[in-house]
């Protein structure tokens, strides 16, 4: 069976301040994909970074960068400088076949 | 623009009465789906669609129906046999069946509210 984890609720954090999301996966396929996305207040989910089974290297985009550890079945996504505009909902995905499984989300709040 | 299209944004439903959410997509994309948002909760999938005349029940399908006559469209209608509709839905669409890689898109979503 296929399960994403997303253990913390809610964060807050102070802008500037660096962030990391954490994400555990559960799956026996050999072959999947993981997904980040972000849902801000107003609803729709945005799509952030798609990562592969097979690729563990580690990407950075701007401020974003994503930390993929096959050993420990994890996938986590780290926010440096944080900044208000990236209060939002967060989801971890997990992409098998066309079935496509979602943790329960972080809620993250950056102050000013 | 390409994108999802998702009709109504705001819908109010008296108990008893069946409602029925748009989805249009102009992606090409093969596969689309349906999940329920509730507060402070994940992603729940209701039915998905691989191909045109073609949908499986998703891990919440009771009180709700879809059909796919078209690539373009899936709509979602919510029954009176569902006990608790009161919910935020997303409908979204990505790369059908001969790929396992692309992500999906969403619509705007719906929400939808019980009087």
């Known amino acids: 069976a296929q399960k994403v984890t997303q253990a913390q609720t809610e964060i807050s954090v102070v802008e500037k301040e660096d962030v990391t999301l954490d994400c555990v996966y559960e799956?026996?396929?050999?072959?999947?994909?993981l997904f980040w996305y972000k849902q801000p207040p107003s609803g729709e989910l945005v799509f952030l970074i798609r990562?592969?089974?097979?690729?563990?290297q580690n990407e950075i985009s701007g401020r974003y960068s994503w930390n993929f550890q096959k050993s420990t079945s994890s996938f986590n996504f780290t926010i440096t400088a944080s900044q208000v505009v990236d209060s939002a909902v967060y989801f971890c995905a997990l992409r098998r076949v066309n079935k496509f499984y979602f943790g329960s989300g972080t809620k993250l709040n950056v102050k000013p | 623009d390409g994108g999802i299209t998702q009709s109504p944004k705001y819908l109010f439903r008296k108990e008893g009465q069946n409602v029925t959410l748009s989805c249009e997509q102009n992606?090409?994309?093969?596969?689309m789906y349906w999940y329920r948002q509730d507060p402070g909760q994940g992603l729940r999938l209701i039915y998905y669609?691989?191909?045109?005349?073609?949908?499986q029940k998703g891990d919440i399908a009771e009180g709700y129906s879809v059909s796919r006559e078209k690539k373009e469209s899936f709509p979602l209608t919510v029954t009176s046999a569902q006990k608790n509709p009161t919910a935020f839905y997303l409908c979204a669409s990505s790369q059908g069946m001969d790929t396992n890689t692309g992500e999906l898109f969403f619509g705007e979503g719906s929400r939808l509210t019980v009087l």
């Open positions: 990562r592969n089974s097979f690729d563990e």
């Open positions: 799956t026996r396929d050999t072959t999947y994909y």
């Open positions: 992606l090409n994309h093969d596969a």
């Open positions: 669609s691989q191909i045109v005349n073609d949908f």
